[in-house]
Every structure is written in structure tokens, then in C-alpha cells.
Nanobody, 125 residues
Framework: QVQLVESGGGLVQAGGSLRLSCVGS????????MGWFRQAPEKEREFVAA????????FYGDSVKGRFTISRDNAKSTVYLQMNNLKPEDTAVYFC??????????????????WGQGIQVTISS
């Protein structure tokens, strides 16, 4: 099994920055693509960003393009989300996610195999 644990959330003012981290543990050799989702109150879970093991394939949701940057340290089984120019509409619980090795990479955008417990990010106006 794989466990994912997020950190780095909190409260910041609009225009500020936060960096989320997600560390994988357990059978980390089973981790393939990694990414982030978010869910705001009374809204559906939304894809935020994803990154391949090679670091060559990176995807972003439309609402965060140009403001968020995903990165990854395979040696540490860790994925990061640098969030800049934050807006009140970025307020949500952010979830780390991963697709299991040998599964289709497209699943990272829709139905990952592993999930973190989520971490709150609140942006004040």
C-alpha cells in the first residue's frame, strides 16, 4: 500500500503564496503519476495539476495555469505545489493523489488510485 500525507496548508491573504508538500510512504515503488486536486465547499472535486515520474509531462487545470507550479522529488517520494498570486476562489481542501504503476497515466486527472487525507488552504480577501 501507499500512504500520502500533505503539509503546508494554511491561511494567507489574496496575492500571497503557499507551498504544499505531499510525501509518499509504504510501497513507493508503486507510485507512477502524482498530482493535486482540490474541493471547495459545496463544489465537486477539481483537478489542479499532475506530473509524470520523468518530470517531462506536466498538466494543469485551467483555473491555476500560470499561477501554480507542480514539481517532484522522486528520491523523496514527494510532490510539491507552489501556489502564487492566490485568490479567494483558491480556498479549498487540497488533496494529493497518485496513480499506481502500470496503470493508465490518464487516471491522474480523473480517478487516481491513492489519495492523501487533504489539507485546508484558505485565502482571505
Amino acid at each position: 500500500q501507499v500512504q500520502l500525507v500533505e503539509s503546508g496548508g494554511g491561511l494567507v491573504q489574496a496575492g500571497g503564496s503557499l507551498r504544499l508538500s505531499c510525501v509518499g510512504s509504504g510501497r513507493t515503488d508503486n507510485i507512477y503519476y502524482m498530482g493535486w486536486f482540490r474541493q471547495a465547499p459545496e463544489k465537486e472535486r477539481e483537478f489542479v495539476a499532475a506530473i509524470s515520474p520523468s518530470l517531462l509531462s506536466i498538466f494543469y487545470g485551467d483555473s491555476v495555469k500560470g499561477r501554480f507550479t507542480i514539481s517532484r522529488d522522486n528520491a523523496k517520494s514527494t510532490v510539491y505545489l507552489q501556489m502564487n498570486n492566490l485568490k479567494p476562489e483558491d480556498t479549498a481542501v487540497y488533496f494529493c493523489a497518485a496513480v499506481r504503476r502500470f496503470r493508465p497515466s490518464e487516471l491522474i486527472r480523473s480517478n487516481p488510485d491513492y489519495w492523501g487525507q487533504g489539507i485546508q488552504v484558505t485565502i482571505s480577501s
